[in-house]
Every structure is written in C-alpha cells, then in structure tokens.
C-alpha cells in the first residue's frame, strides 16, 4: 500500500476519516449494505473488459473492488482512499480474495488522483465514485480530476445520495441529521447540476432512485469537463 506526503488540510481531513473509521470499519459493510443503494448496479453497468484499468475514489473495505474483479476478470484495480485504517481492512480483505496481484491501494484523497499515484503513465478507463463524493470536501474539484485522469473514451461512474427532495420531509431531514453524523453531505447541487446538463454522448445514463434517494450516473469524461465549465460560467 503506496502513500503520499498530505498538506496541513488534507492531513486534517485524513485524519477526521480515520476517527470516523478507526472502529466503524470492522463492520462497515455489514450495516451500509441496508442503505448505500445502487452500488452493485453501478458495478454491472461497468461493462469493463478484459485489460481494462478501473480505479474507486474512496474505496473503503475494497468491497465494490473486489466484486468488480470476480465480475470482470483480467481488469486491472486501484483504490484511493483518504483512511489509512479503511486502507488496512482493503488490504487484509483483498489478500483474503487472493486479490494481491490484481488490485493496488493507494493512501490519498481524491483530489490529487493522477496514474503516476500507481505508477501508471496511461489514464484510466473506468473512475468510479462509490458514496464517497458525499464526503470529499472539495467534490468539485475531485470531479475535474477524474475527468482529467480517465481515457476520452472511457467513463467516470457516481453512486451517491440524492437531493431526497421525493422523500417526507421529516425522514429527509432525519437522515440528513444522521449522515452528518458521519460527516457525509448530500450533494443537491451535484445532482441539479447533472440533471441540467443533457447527456447525450454514446453511454452515458443517470438514473435517480424512488424518493430521489441516490443516483447513478455512468458519464463520459467530455461530459463532465463540460458541465464544469457551465458551473465556472455561470
């Protein structure tokens, strides 16, 4: 497991990720699976192929890595999380999946993804967002990385919470009380944001759950390059 020198913030914010983790990650898959919906779907409409070279953004317990490479054999995987004790329950799950050979974790944040983090000098095909966009305090930015960093014809990938406008307005803010907790933040500009733009390149869908819960959206990086630049024009 790779690591890289953290700024005095993001030392701060790496540091928070560990106080939230330091326990929770011993059980986390087994309580999030009742409510980080669409996950496994994100992982189907993947369609990777065979030497394709696929990277999460937060990739916690390694979970959604590891599924994607008994789904998908002969892709290439890489982690990147902000936790260093998420990093260590990676670790130990993907060398109990035999999965040492295949999947590389990395200790960063998202904002400053780049190949040459694994020692790639190719971008990515595949740059997946796993309810962690939810948690990175300069999403923005970590979006224009990813859409820097994945090939012209590959794809970036976002499952997260929605804006939960369809939801009753007292199990909203509930749930919004008991993400903070966690220090998670729904992002409601990032999906009005999405739903403004037309996605209309070859591939591209996003799909918002019952009650606006959570979203999925399967994007070409052009597409995401430009939404921002409407976002910085407008």
């Known amino acids: 497991m790779n690591g890289t020198p953290l700024k005095d913030s993001q030392g701060h914010h790496a540091a928070l990720m560990d106080q939230v983790y330091r326990h929770q990650r011993h059980f986390y898959d087994f309580t999030r699976k009742y409510y980080l919906l669409g996950r496994d779907r994100m992982v189907r409409d993947l369609t990777a192929k065979a030497g394709d070279s696929i990277v999460e953004i ?23 999380d902000a936790s260093a004790e998420m990093l260590q ?6 060398e109990r999946a035999q999965l ?11 904002e400053d993804l780049s190949p040459g983090l694994f020692g790639r000098d190719e971008p990515f095909d595949h740059i997946i ?13 970590a979006l224009d990385r990813a859409a820097a960093c994945v090939e012209p014809r590959g794809f970036v990938h976002v499952v997260d919470f929605g804006d939960l406008a369809g939801m009753w307005g007292i199990a909203a803010r509930a749930l919004r009380g008991w993400l903070n907790l966690f220090h998670v933040v729904p992002r409601d500009e990032l999906l009005n944001w999405l739903e403004a733009g037309t996605v ?15 979203f999925v959206l399967k994007a070409s990086p052009s597409f995401i390059c430009e939404l921002s630049e409407q976002r910085r024009r407008s």
């Open 58 to 80: 937060g990739c916690g317990t390694a979970r959604n890595l590891i599924r994607i490479a008994q789904l998908y054999p002969g892709t290439r995987l890489y982690g990147l």
């Open 89 to 94: 329950t990676a670790k130990e799950a993907v």
């Open 100 to 110: 040492s050979d295949r999947v590389t974790l990395v200790y960063a944040l998202a």
């Open 129 to 141: 967002f796993s309810y962690s966009l939810s948690m990175i305090p300069d999403w923005r930015l």
């Open 200 to 214: 209309a390149d070859s591939g591209c869908s996003l799909s918002v759950w019952p009650g606006r819960y959570a």
